[in-house]
């Protein structure tokens, strides 16, 4: 039972266009969420979180929205850049299970030049 | 620098015969955690620790053994590995936030580990 789905195994989008990573859930008790981006031959790194009091967030070029309702969530990326091209992971955690952690299969998007 | 490190980076052994994949941080972190990713898997969680001497099962545990006798280690061993846990293993920190789950929190990972089993 896969609790965090990300069904896009990959995206391809020109620089400076939008880049838009979804991921879906299926555990109602998750309440926050975060993305990761990984290059090759590193580890993950954080880059954006959301909890589930908010529909929206945003940090930069980077903005994740969050509908509780559907179990989904979204990362918008704009404009996109080369260097945004990674294995982008979604994260998923409840509160009344502390330090467990769900992540996702990763999204591998490509920002072409 | 912040970091968490992970040693070694790559091996290859052979089955049954144990190991320890050893893990570190220096940002006096009170969890921590290992995963392993699999192609089309992502990432899966084995174990994780509250602080020391605090350890659960993550959605992985079984063939794996930790312990956290010290805050700053996290070691991942392998009594008797076989083929199947050959992956890729990345191990991870955060702080507790003050009456919050710990999970709330950013991961700090480690550069990875990448075990072969023959």
């Known amino acids: 039972d896969q609790q965090v789905k990300q069904n896009s195994p990959s995206l391809s989008v020109q620089e400076g266009r939008i880049s838009i990573l979804n991921c879906d859930y299926t555990?109602?008790?998750?309440?926050?969420f975060l993305w990761y981006k990984k290059y090759p031959a590193e580890g993950p790194t954080f880059l954006i979180s959301?909890?589930?009091?908010?529909d929206k967030n945003e940090d930069g070029r980077f903005t994740v929205f969050l509908n509780k309702s559907a179990k989904h969530l979204s990362l918008h990326i704009v404009p996109s850049q080369p260097g945004d091209s990674a294995v982008y992971f979604c994260?998923?955690?409840?509160?009344?299970?502390?330090?467990?952690?769900?992540f996702g299969d990763g999204t591998t998007l490509t920002v072409k030049p | 620098e912040a970091q968490v490190t992970q040693n070694p980076r790559y091996l290859i052994t052979v089955t049954g015969k144990k190991l320890t994949v050893t893990c570190s941080q220096n940002?006096?972190?009170?969890?921590m955690s290992w995963y392993r990713q699999d192609p089309g898997l992502g990432l899966r969680q084995i174990y994780y620790?509250?602080?020391?001497?605090?350890?659960d099962k993550g959605d992985v545990p079984e063939g794996y053994k930790v312990s956290r006798k010290e805050k700053r280690n996290f070691p991942l061993i392998l009594e008797s590995p076989s083929p199947n846990q050959t992956s890729l293993y990345f191990c991870?920190?955060?702080?507790?936030?003050?009456?919050?789950?710990?999970?709330?929190?950013?991961?700090?990972f480690g550069p990875g580990t990448r075990l072969t089993v023959l």
């Open positions: 991870a920190s955060s702080h507790g936030l003050a009456g919050g789950p710990f999970a709330y929190n950013e991961q700090f």
């Open positions: 555990n109602s008790m998750f309440d926050y």
């Open positions: 959301i909890s589930s009091i908010k």
């Open positions: 994260a998923a955690s409840a509160g009344t299970n502390a330090g467990k952690s769900t």
């Open positions: 940002m006096n972190h009170e969890y």
């Open positions: 620790s509250m602080n020391v001497e605090v350890t």
